[in-house]
């Protein structure tokens, strides 16, 4: 079920706490004086290169410039395009005057630009990167068995119809990174809603560009700037299509049947002069390899010709990242949720029974999220008409390495709504007859109370079947049971009995809520409490005893591009905030056609992936997810080297480890840069682990 509870309040409270302002629709004419001036200061460094494909393609943006100027009358749009050229060429030259090497892959078609990968900054075609810096080196701090994401902006100074890499292995001292270990994508910049990168909400008047998509084939989606629209390619027998997924309104499109697949590797890209594209590496450190510097190369060619050689290069970290723990305390797991379509019932239905092909994308998708750090998948929801399937799909959670305890979702807390129903017919029969006590209305008072109590104690039955089952699959009774989502206080009374009755047998329960959840009589275990994490509502929840969890969500839902966000959210934000989870909604889902951003008059696609028939797509948004969780995977690293060197009765490492800690407390994780507070625990950790070793 979609979240709508306080839409407007979490709404205004998103947009409040953007770091960036969302640009306006339209630009005024920009004046023939500003123009001219831009031009000028072009002009005046034509000489100052000695790159000569630099030097054309200053040469092409001025005598473009020129040539406009010399009209009678500049539309507003062709104002704006010139602008633009100008500010990109303007940029570009100044940067490079001022790099460290002016000559850096100077007879190469394009400069590169060393990027933060997981910036808040929307990287656009037009634009040259405000936060990156001119280099040939790409360089990334991994733990062992780590993903860790790094990226390059490529600036190109001519077209170029072929743009090929090759990755090489990386050496070091004591072993080797195998080139299979890198992998390469072309960030995708498409169009999507009027609220991209900054909302979950629907603005379907407007599209604007923005990045989102990591693709090996960048030609599986095409982007039409002329009707500001994107269009799908779809591999049929007969000859592959393009499909128009930004109409209005929308048209169906199943992703179960139609063949859309991104190549498995990095094919050919192509450059246009003046238009940045943005590459984006994930590397996965291997298990067990020694701590120290590798290095590698990645060469590029550009239509059959050598085009340049970047150099990677990885620090391995003595140590592999731990499961994240709570920041509160580190002998209690910190879960990471999330809400999903993924379940094998509801698959092989939308596959028309084909198990092979429901079991291939699940197993696929599983993974995907397992690789992200989400292995506290909620499970399939149990029922008897469905015990085989129910079973199945536990196999392949366990097989793709998802974490079954605790097990999340083993089936609703609550009967049919329809028994909901006979409840308050009960409630309002029973008013009725204490203030009429006729035969006609006991009658009626009696018959719903019947359908009620039938209701309620039929599902008493299917808990305990479905508690015995699980238990059974799993090994263990730490089973939670869903409850009603976003319930009104009366829904929420409804449930009390039954919540009781899980309890009573060793079950728990999970549900959404808010403070109000606070005044129950027989509370939840586990809280999903909309908005703003903060130590106020989890000391509040803690507080009820009985190792009660605490997690959030709609803040922000799923949706925005914007890596950083992503990150920070389901990050530091809950972790320091004293939670014990993240699960947010979702995964993906989109009405009609989840790949039509405008889908929805009420909410954007939400989507940190899009599927394809057998796969999933990844975004920024999601490498944006996975660091925030492995930040708390380095702040539980931290605490944990702390607790050792504070039990070890050395001074010096007592010493270090207290001004870790501090330092942690203290550290301000909402306005620190999420690169920097890393980089830091980092620090920490390294110079602990250097006391502990005599170093």
């Not at 600036?155 to 390469?184: C, H, M, W």
């Not at 379940?343 to 291939?360: F, H, P």
Request: hydrophobic share 35%; glycine share 6%.
């Amino acid at each position: 079920m979609l979240k709508h509870l306080l839409l407007g309040t979490i709404m205004l409270s998103i947009l409040l706490a953007m770091a960036l302002p969302i640009k306006a629709n339209a630009s005024p004419p920009v004046p023939r004086e500003a123009l001219i001036e831009q031009a000028d200061q072009l002009h005046s460094l034509l000489g100052s290169t000695n790159r000569p494909q630099l030097k054309q393609f200053l040469e092409s943006v001025h005598d473009r410039a020129t040539s406009l100027l010399g009209s009678s009358e500049i539309s507003p749009e062709d104002g704006r395009l010139t602008q633009k050229a100008l500010e990109y060429a303007l940029k570009l030259a100044e940067d490079v005057h001022m790099a460290d090497d002016a000559d850096l892959l100077a007879n190469s078609p394009f400069i590169v630009y060393d990027v933060p990968a997981l910036s808040p900054l929307p990287r656009l075609p037009d634009d040259v990167p405000e936060d990156g810096i001119i280099s040939d080196r790409i360089s990334l701090i991994s733990a062992q068995g780590e993903f860790e994401a790094a990226s390059f902006v490529l600036a190109p100074l001519r077209d170029v119809n072929s743009v090929t890499f090759t990755t090489y292995d990386l050496q070091g001292k004591e072993g080797t990174i195998p080139a299979s270990a890198v992998d390469l994508r072309v960030v995708k910049t498409w169009y999507q809603g009027g609220t991209a990168w900054y909302s979950y909400f629907s603005d379907s008047s407007k599209s604007v560009l923005v990045p989102e998509l990591l693709l090996h084939d960048e030609n599986l989606v095409q982007v039409d700037t002329a009707r500001k629209g994107n269009s799908l390619r779809v591999d049929y027998t007969t000859g592959s299509q393009y499909v128009d997924i930004s109409n209005i309104p929308t048209m169906e499109f199943d992703f179960y049947s139609e063949p859309v697949e991104d190549s498995p590797t990095l094919l050919p890209i192509t450059l246009k002069q003046g238009e940045s594209k943005q590459m984006w590496l994930t590397t996965k450190v291997p298990l067990g390899t020694p701590a120290g510097i590798y290095k590698g190369s990645i060469d590029i060619t550009a239509d059959g010709a050598p085009a340049g050689r970047i150099s990677l290069h990885i620090r391995v970290l003595p140590f592999e990242l731990p499961d994240p723990k709570t920041y509160y305390d580190l002998n209690k797991d910190f879960y990471v949720m999330l809400y999903n379509h993924s379940r094998l019932k509801e698959t092989l239905k939308a596959t028309d029974g084909n198990t092979e092909l429901a079991e291939t994308r699940l197993l696929n998708e599983y993974r995907n999220m397992a690789d992200h750090n989400v292995i506290h998948l909620p499970g399939p929801y149990y029922s008897a008409a469905d015990k085989s399937t129910f079973l199945r799909q536990l196999e392949l959670m366990a097989q793709a390495g998802l974490d079954l305890d605790p097990l999340f979702g083993v089936k609703q807390a609550y009967p049919p709504y329809s028994i909901y129903m006979q409840y308050n017919n009960y409630l309002n029969a029973k008013k009725a007859y204490e203030s009429n006590p006729t035969d006609e209305n006991k009658q009626k008072m009696d018959t719903f109370y019947n359908a009620w109590r039938k209701g309620i104690e039929d599902h008493k039955v299917a808990i305990a079947e479905a508690f015995d089952i699980a238990a059974g699959a799993v090994g263990h009774t730490n089973l939670y049971f869903d409850g009603w989502d976003e319930a009104s206080w009366g829904l929420l009374q409804f449930q009390q009995e039954l919540w009781e009755h899980i309890q009573d047998k060793g079950g728990k329960v999970y549900a959404t809520g808010h403070a109000s959840h606070l005044e129950l009589e027989t509370p939840e275990n586990f809280l999903n409490w909309v908005g703003e994490p903060t130590r106020e509502k989890a000391d509040q929840w803690h507080a009820l005893g009985g190792d009660r969890l605490i997690t959030n969500y709609a803040y922000p839902h799923t949706g925005p591009e914007n890596p950083d966000l992503m990150r920070q959210r389901h990050g530091m934000w809950p972790y320091k905030a004293n939670y014990d989870a993240t699960y947010n909604y979702i995964y993906y889902e989109n009405p009609t056609n989840i790949w039509n951003d405008n889908a929805s008059s009420e909410f954007r696609a939400f989507n940190l992936v899009y599927p394809t028939r057998t796969n999933v797509i990844d975004t920024i948004a999601w490498e944006g997810y996975r660091e925030g969780i492995d930040d708390i995977r380095y702040a539980t690293k931290l605490k944990q080297v702390a607790a050792d060197a504070m039990d070890s009765g050395v001074q010096e490492r007592i010493t270090a480890a207290t001004h870790a800690l501090n330092w942690l407390e203290s550290v301000d994780e909402r306005s620190t840069n999420q690169d920097l507070l890393r980089l830091e625990m980092i620090r920490h950790i390294l110079n602990m682990l250097d006391l502990q070793n005599g170093q």
